[in-house]
T-cell receptor, first 107, second 114 residues
Framework: GIQVEQSPPDLILQEGANSTLRCNFSDSVNNLQWFHQNPWGQLINLFYIPSGTKQNGRLSATTVATERYSLLYISSSQTTDSGVYFCAVGQGGKLIFGQGTELSVKP | SAVISQKPSRDICQRGTSLTIQCQVDSQVTMMFWYRQQPGQSLTLIATANQGSEATYESGFVIDKFPISRPNLTFSTLTVSNMSPEDSSIYLC???????????FGSGTRLTVV
């Protein structure tokens, strides 16, 4: 089956810093989403981005489908950005998750 | 776009018992998905639930342990049967909102088995 790899696995930032999270996938996909899981376990959909670039406030994402990777950019990080960021890809009607990047933003 | 109500939000259960988790969607959807997230791990798909047919289970998950009902196009339940401490996880339901919006998830059920 398709493999989804995220890097880095862990990231510690000082408040105000910028970061880039990466997601590599091993096969063609018809869907790619980035999620943020908050400390209470709730999954928040950040982007639906099977290709191209999108921006939402301090967050932006780029997917290069032909090269099978996606990037999530976080600028001017805040403590509320802490949590786990998941990349998930869709194939055959199923959504398959990477292992996540655990982000900790220190004040 | 679909909104999902999931309950219970959390529960603590005795080993050997069963827990049924409910998901209600505010619009009709063809498929509903059930995921498990073990502590410190990513999400793993348990099964896909279609209305009017038996659920399709992923490798490593069986109907006897995780029976699923899908009585109509807006509702589904997942039962975790004969629980053991290894079943302690977050369980989430999900639907594809379609129209280029992607999948959305319920708020999850945090299960602890003692």
């Amino acid at each position: 089956g398709i493999q989804v790899e995220q890097s880095p696995p862990d990231l510690i930032l000082q408040e105000g810093a910028n970061s880039t999270l990466r997601c590599n996938f091993s096969d063609s996909v018809n869907n790619l989403q980035w999620f943020h899981q908050n400390p209470w376990g709730q999954l928040i959909n950040l982007f639906y981005i099977p290709s191209g670039t999108k921006q939402n406030g301090r967050l932006s994402a780029t997917t290069v489908a032909t090269e099978r990777y996606s990037l999530l950019y976080i600028s001017s990080s805040q403590t509320t950005d802490s949590g786990v960021y998941f990349c998930a890809v869709g194939q055959g009607g199923k959504l398959i998750f990477g292992q996540g990047t655990e982000l900790s933003v220190k004040p | 776009s679909a909104v999902i109500s999931q309950k219970p939000s959390r529960d603590i259960c005795q080993r050997g018992t069963s827990l049924t988790i409910q998901c209600q969607v505010d619009s009709q959807v063809t498929m509903m998905f059930w995921y498990r997230q073990q502590p410190g791990q990513s999400l793993t798909l348990i099964a896909t639930a279609n209305q009017g047919s038996e659920a399709t289970y992923e490798s490593g998950f069986v109907i006897d342990k995780f029976p699923i009902s899908r009585p109509n196009l807006t509702f589904s339940t997942l039962t975790v049967s004969n629980m053991s401490p290894e079943d302690s996880s977050i369980y989430l339901c999900s639907v594809d909102r379609g129209g280029g919006l992607g999948y959305t998830f319920g708020s999850g059920t945090r299960l602890t088995v003692v």
